[in-house]
């Protein structure tokens, strides 16, 4: 079957190319009845704007850079997902790049993407550091970035409040009366253990104690599991918390493997819920981040900095976090 071309609906309509034109990109230069018979053209050919050729008139592609780790993608694809559908309802396509930690640098993929013409980035990286993002505020383009709370020049940040989250559940255990809680370093991502840090402080200060359960591996220590199964030898905890899955997961192996009972003699609990925290027994409790939301939310604060005036230029978002209850947590 033959394509339509613009073409087709000029010579279809009687009207010239620029006019076709001017009516499929929304110019109000075009009278009434002229407009009419181009759309009536369009109609009955079934003709189907290039959404390229269009954003070149408009000085837009209508594609969004899309940036997430590689090695984020077991809990990342209902961000994406999120993300997906809100640009459909949008008309916009996502081009979607990826990073690999100590290999691609997040600055030169940016402006790999920029070159290509794309209208905006967002950006999923829950570890960024202030410098990095006062690197990305260069760029004079629209950037979103999800899970990290920053604020930069013509920079939005949706996230969910780790530090409020440690907090809170810090707090619960303080008030049980269960002091002994410790942190697990997270090597991958220091942001996120600064936020988790931050939090079990400030719960300790409120209580007027001090917070010194920070656990940093020791570089001769390969992985969290290494470090943890002869540290628990010597120490004992009421709680211990882990980032990601793998690191709860750790946990529990250590843990087992000291006679350490879970959750009579220590609960455990994972920051970043994954379908692997109920897959594996015991379950593991842990905080429910509504990760389609994320990227929902994100793609539509990025419409609306396409739109002039409809957002603040470095908005940040918070969304809620559930803490759900497994078992190895007590109640």
């Not at 991958?188 to 001090?210: D, L, P, R, S, V």
């Not at 709860?248 to 192996?253: D, Q, T, Y």
Request: charged share 25%.
């Amino acid at each position: 079957m033959k394509r339509v071309t613009i073409y087709d609906v000029a010579k279809e309509a009687g009207v010239s190319l620029a006019t076709v034109s001017r009516v499929i990109n929304g110019s109000n230069v075009v009278k009434g009845p002229t407009r009419d018979k181009v759309q009536a053209a369009v109609d009955k050919l079934g003709y189907k704007p290039n959404a390229i050729a269009q954003g070149l008139a408009l000085q837009k592609t209508t594609t969004i850079g899309l940036v997430v780790p590689e090695a984020s993608f077991t809990y990342t694809g209902q961000i994406i997902n999120g993300l997906i559908d809100v640009a459909k309802i949008y008309n916009y396509n996502i081009m979607l790049h990826t990073i690999t930690a100590g290999i691609t640098d997040l600055s030169s993929v940016i402006e790999d993407i920029i070159k290509s013409h794309v209208d905006g980035v967002v950006v999923y990286n829950d570890k960024l550091e202030l410098p990095e993002v006062d690197a990305l505020s260069k760029y004079n383009i629209p950037i979103v970035l999800i899970g990290s709370k920053v604020k930069g020049d013509s920079i939005c940040s949706v996230y969910v409040d780790i530090e409020k989250a440690i907090f809170e559940l810090t707090t619960k255990y303080l008030e049980e009366g269960k002091t002994k809680i410790g942190i697990i370093e997270d090597r991958k991502n220091q942001y996120a253990c600064k936020q988790m840090i931050t939090g079990a402080e400030k719960a300790f200060k409120a209580k007027g104690k001090k917070f010194t359960g920070f656990l940093k591996i020791p570089a001769d220590s390969r992985t969290s599991y290494a470090f943890l199964s002869k540290w628990l030898k010597d120490h004992q905890y009421d709680l211990m918390i882990g980032n990601r899955d793998s690191q709860a997961m750790a946990i529990l192996n250590a843990a087992r493997e000291n006679k350490i009972s879970v959750p009579d003699d220590m609960e455990v609990v994972c920051v970043i819920d994954t379908k692997y925290n109920a897959m594996i027994r015991p379950q593991i409790s842990s905080f429910s981040i509504p990760s389609y939301d994320l990227g929902a939310v994100s793609m539509r604060v990025m419409t609306k900095m396409l739109q002039e005036n409809e957002t603040e230029s470095n908005e940040c978002i918070e969304l809620s976090y559930l803490f759900t209850p497994r078992q190895t947590t007590k109640d």
